[in-house]
């Protein structure tokens, strides 16, 4: 039984409809990667698992649990057993390193002082920051920053972690640190990963399943080889990064010829 | 023609949706508050970032207006011979009006516009949501223990306001224009009473701290999830703060004061 469970899911904003039907199964204990353009509501699909957004139609279940029936409080007790790594990395900027990670302990659990140094430091190691666990978010880089996020997501030992376009705009050195801290997590920790990411390279080295999402529905899905070796034209073009296909390179309206051609001298 | 009457709708309905959506906030402020008994240590923070650090501006202003009170009543009471009377006037003036109304005005520049864009920008940095996520309430941990302190810190700041405005007015009266000090305090207390002046002073800056820090707090989490949305958010708490802080000020003195 897959951990997520996603059926028939519809979510609009305003007119424009997000999903128009779409199911996805999120297996236990594998990295799942959900991919698309930009704009395709793929960040959206995690506030959605995570209880944030509503959708209008459709079900979404997290181990067992339809999050979108479960009152105030148990929707909390379930978030304490998800992790999340925001794009930004959503540290808070009035807190240390150090704070940030033992921010959820100190919340959830009545943990001595001691033992939460001990845990905030051993999950700080394993994210290769123990000696930045003084400084403050603003003196932190970019990949550092999603580095003590991700510390800081773990550390209430979650079953699943969500990242939300963990690589975007990182440097070869913290992209291939961050490909690496996911798998290993992954699997040390016996995690569940939903990645949602465009980076085509990186993902694709370490996700065992990959969704294609575009105009609100599931346009493929697969393991990497087989997206790569998929016939579908549109799938070819994003896995391959091509400028012109189905996806146009020219936004859509008149023709260069009408345009220069049959202009009026009003226009 | 058509357009003008769909754009007022617009308008209307946008506001109006805007009123449901701050009150429904206030709702879940004050459902958090019974929280903060288990975690005090939050609000005495917010004490400080939200009262302790307006202190200064509250005393500068205090003393200034009420060494202005001072000279401005002077000159009018001397020419009726009851310049001694002093005292009452920069008392009443103080206690029942300015004191909550300008120390109101200032705390919405000073803490209301602070709170706004604190919050504005945890919101536009994600970590509001970051917080949800984490199973924090933010309502709860971020949003209850300032409106709290907002709470608190109004009437304290209105009451030093006041106490630093008296002893500006008592500096000038006795000081620079001679006014005898025995009578410029004695008279002062005969005529400032306990409950109709002081305690309907108290209930001003109250009430005005309840709406400033609603305001701000409501602005923040509100605000358009950008730098130029913050920037927004942050003039319309100070303005909108203006407007509640000058007609509530009306509709209570009219209460307390109207039927004399």
């Keep these: 039984m897959p951990l997520i469970k996603i059926r028939d899911l519809h979510f609009y904003r305003g007119n424009k409809a997000i999903f128009e039907g779409v199911n996805i199964d999120i297996h236990r204990g594998k990295i799942t990667a959900i991919m698309g353009p930009s704009g395709t509501g793929k960040t959206t699909l995690l506030r959605l698992i995570g209880g944030q957004l509503r959708p209008d139609r459709g079900t979404i279940e997290v181990d067992g649990q339809n999050v979108h029936a479960l009152s105030h409080s148990d929707l909390y007790e379930l978030r304490k057993r998800m992790g999340m790594l ?10 240390t390193v150090f704070d940030n990670v033992a921010f959820p302990l100190r919340e959830h659990t009545k943990l001595p002082e001691t033992m939460i140094r001990d845990l905030v430091l051993m999950k700080l190691q394993a994210v290769g920051l123990r000696n930045a666990h003084t400084l403050m978010p603003s003196e932190l880089s970019g990949g550092m920053a999603r580095r003590v996020a991700l510390a800081r997501a773990v550390t209430l030992d979650p079953m699943m972690i969500m990242y939300d376009e963990p690589f975007t705009g990182q440097d070869p050195i913290s992209m291939g640190t961050l490909v690496n801290l996911i798998h290993r997590m992954n699997d040390a920790m016996s995690l569940t990963s939903v990645v949602v990411s465009h980076d085509v390279a990186e993902t694709a080295e370490i996700a065992d399943t990959i969704y294609l999402l575009s105009e609100g529905k599931v346009i493929e899905k697969g393991s990497p080889v087989q997206l790569k070796r998929s016939s579908s034209q549109w799938v070819q073009q994003f896995m391959q990064g091509l400028p012109d ?12 010829e009408e345009d220069l051609f049959n202009q009026k001298v009003s226009a | 023609m058509i357009d003008t009457i769909r754009s007022l709708g617009r308008w209307g309905l946008g506001s109006f949706e805007r009123l449901g959506r701050g009150h429904i906030f206030l709702l879940d402020t004050l459902k ?5 008994f288990l975690r005090f240590s939050l609000v005495v923070q917010q004490l400080f970032s939200v009262g302790v650090l307006s202190v200064l501006l509250i005393l500068i202003s205090g003393l200034f207006v009420g060494m202005v009170l001072g000279l401005q009543g002077y000159n009018t009471l001397v020419d009726f011979g009851a310049e001694e009377s002093l005292g009452v006037l920069v008392s009443l003036s103080l206690v029942r009006e300015l004191g909550p109304v300008v120390s109101a005005l200032l705390f919405a520049g000073r803490a209301g ?8 920008l945890m919101k536009s940095t994600e970590q509001l949501s970051g917080m949800e996520m984490m199973a924090v309430d933010p309502m709860r941990r971020v ?34 224009l001679g006014v005898d000090d025995g009578a410029f305090w004695s008279q002062m207390q005969v ?3 306990w409950y109709e002046d002081v305690l309907n002073g108290v209930i001003k800056s109250i009430v005005f701290g309840f709406v400033v820090t609603w305001i701000a707090l409501f602005e923040g989490y509100d605000a358009t999830p950008t730098s130029e949305g ?3 958010a942050t003039t319309r708490t100070v303005v909108h703060s203006a407007f509640a802080i000058l007609g509530l000020d009306f509709v209570l003195t009219a209460l307390m004061f109207g039927d004399e």
């Design chain 2, 143 to 176: 949003i209850a223990p300032r409106f709290l302190a907002g709470l608190i810190s109004m009437p304290l700041l209105a009451a030093v306001f006041s106490a630093v405005g008296i002893f500006g007015g008592f500096l000038v009266g006795h000081g620079l």
């Design chain 2, 113 to 120: 516009s602070a709170l706004t864009a604190e919050i504005g």
């Design chain 2, 230 to 232: 913050v920037g927004r």
């Design chain 1, 245 to 256: 296909g189905p996806v146009p390179f020219h936004y859509p309206g008149k023709t260069l």
């Design chain 1, 86 to 95: 925001f794009q930004s990395g959503a540290l808070l900027t009035d807190l």
């Design chain 2, 191 to 193: 005529k400032t009473d």
């Design chain 2, 32 to 36: 958090g508050l019974p929280w903060l």
